[in-house]
């Protein structure tokens, strides 16, 4: 099963990822500019942006939905521990639903030309929005860039584990616990 949420950190943040997947994670944010599907409290965010990335763009609608009742009230949470952890000049927090900012996000003041080198999925975890995430998140990423899911495998959840394999049918090319992680190459023109 995914993990369990725990609390993490001194000042209230909460997670559900392993400390093996956010090692993992901050290696592959350094000196990249990352976008970030699912705030929550805010604490891949915070850590990413700590351990070197460029910029962290993190978009949450952070309101209870079918795979997250938690929700309520992290947005004014996030943004406290993006200050709190000194990181809020390097971490824009857009509250807003995945399926309606992905679409529009290249080129708007958000992220200007759009294009991240770390797309990082853990927001609605149905079936249908972790494929639309999946499949906009090949589309933001630069070429030699990363997409990674959380809550993948065997110890994942069942509907992310079968809208990554359906986006990424040969399976993910790195595996750290509960974290899917597949390197886009270059795309024919």
């Not at 915070?46 to 978009?59: D, F, I, N, Y």
């Not at 824009?92 to 200007?112: C, F, H, K, S, V």
Request: hydrophobic share 40%.
């Amino acid at each position: 099963m995914s993990h369990p949420w725990r609390d993490v950190g001194d000042h209230g943040m909460r997670t559900s990822i392993s400390p093996a997947e956010i090692t993992a994670l901050c290696g592959l944010a350094y000196q990249r500019d990352v976008l970030e599907v699912g705030t929550a409290w805010g604490y891949a965010a915070v850590m990413m942006a700590q351990k070197g990335a460029r910029h962290v763009t993190t978009v949450d609608p952070h309101l209870p939905h079918d795979s997250n009742e938690l929700a309520t009230g992290t947005c004014q949470a996030a943004q406290q521990m993006m200050n709190y952890y000194g990181v809020a000049d390097r971490v824009t927090i857009i509250q807003e639903r995945a399926d309606e900012i992905l679409p529009r996000m290249r080129g708007n003041i958000y992220a200007p030309g759009a294009l991240f080198d770390l797309v990082f999925v853990d927001g609605d975890h149905t079936v249908a929005a972790t494929m639309h995430d999946l499949l906009w998140g090949l589309w933001l990423v630069r070429d030699g860039g990363f997409v990674a899911c959380h809550d993948y495998g065997p110890d994942g959840l069942p509907s992310v584990t079968e809208a990554f394999d359906e986006v990424f049918p040969a399976g993910p090319s790195i595996q750290v616990d509960t974290l899917g992680i597949m390197q886009v190459w270059p795309r024919d023109a």
